[in-house]
């Protein structure tokens, strides 16, 4: 009787996966379709830039990103050995779409900066100590998960392994975003104090960096108390889902940051063309702030 309720409990959290995941992908798709006309003059008419080419990244990978997720939950017929092939790709996808996100965000810090030498440097060194603390970490220990049959047929397998990995490399990966976001805080308090409350531009620079910054913060934090927190059979999956979440509001938070920084400038340029730009500033690739 204990093992049918098992069994029992997990069809049920399996489902609510299924769902969440069902309801994660409709979002990401119904958003790309509200965006489309925004997407399609960003791509047309902005200057091509490594940070462009970022969130092309971001915007396009994502999408097959989901569609393997999607695949996966509602294939129950998948055979193991192509379940292991999806997820290790899946795994992969999601580490370079966050990299690439964090990416963007470090290029807009640097942008508020302007670019200055001793920052884009402290920032490229760091960035090389993250990425190489995370290799040492997936090279030292080595517990890759373990993929096993589902016992009923709501989804074709299921996820299990150590916990150790995940929350240490999300570690790494809270410290970058701290550093970004104390040098964004930084700049917008003192442009705050030497510019004063009426600054439209420093409107911009808060809605789009620190707001969005601190939304990538806390989520990448969520999945570290869950990892530790959660410790119930199927915590796994569940923790899987809030990776697979955070990637995704990752991917949708740069792109929404980009796109909005490269509108609000072209609607200044075309509005007061004599005046400064987020342009000029380096914020965004948009429309020359000449009249």
């Known amino acids: 009787m204990s093992s049918l309720e098992n069994i029992l409990e997990l069809g049920w959290v399996l489902w609510g996966l299924n769902y969440a995941n069902m309801a994660v992908t409709t979002s990401w798709a119904y958003d790309s379709f509200l965006t489309l006309a925004d997407e399609v003059a960003f791509l047309t008419q902005s200057q091509w830039k490594l940070a462009k080419l970022l969130y092309i990244v971001c915007r396009y990978v994502t999408c097959g990103y989901l569609t393997l997720e999607m695949l996966v939950a509602f294939q129950p017929m998948m055979s193991i050995h192509m379940c292991q092939v999806i997820y290790s790709i899946n795994t992969y996808l999601g580490g370079f779409i966050v990299v690439c996100a964090e990416a963007v965000f470090l290029i807009r810090v640097c942008a508020i900066w302007g670019f200055r030498r001793s920052v884009v440097v402290l920032f490229s060194i760091s960035g090389l100590m993250y990425v190489t603390a995370a290799t040492v970490v997936l090279s030292i220990i080595r517990s890759p998960p373990t993929i096993t049959k589902s016992p009923i047929p709501v989804t074709s397998c299921l996820e299990t392994g150590s916990d150790k990995t995940i929350i240490i490399l999300y570690v790494i990966l809270v410290a970058a975003e701290i550093q970004i976001w104390v040098f964004a805080l930084y700049k917008v308090a003192a442009s705050y104090w030497h510019?004063?409350?009426?600054?439209?531009?420093?409107?911009?620079?808060?809605?789009?960096?620190m707001i969005y910054l601190t939304c990538g913060l806390v989520f990448s934090l969520g999945v570290i108390l869950t990892t530790a927190r959660l410790n119930v059979s199927y915590g796994f999956m569940i923790v899987r889902f809030l990776r697979n979440w955070q990637v995704t509001v990752h991917a949708f938070l740069v792109t929404k940051m980009y796109r909005g920084l490269w509108r609000a400038d072209r609607r200044?340029?075309?509005?007061?063309?004599?005046?400064?730009s987020l342009a000029t500033f380096h914020a965004a690739p948009g429309v020359s702030t000449q009249a």
């Open 268 to 276: 200044r340029a075309l509005l007061e063309p004599d005046s400064f």
């Open 195 to 209: 510019r004063g409350v009426r600054n439209r531009l420093l409107e911009q620079l808060i809605h789009h960096n």
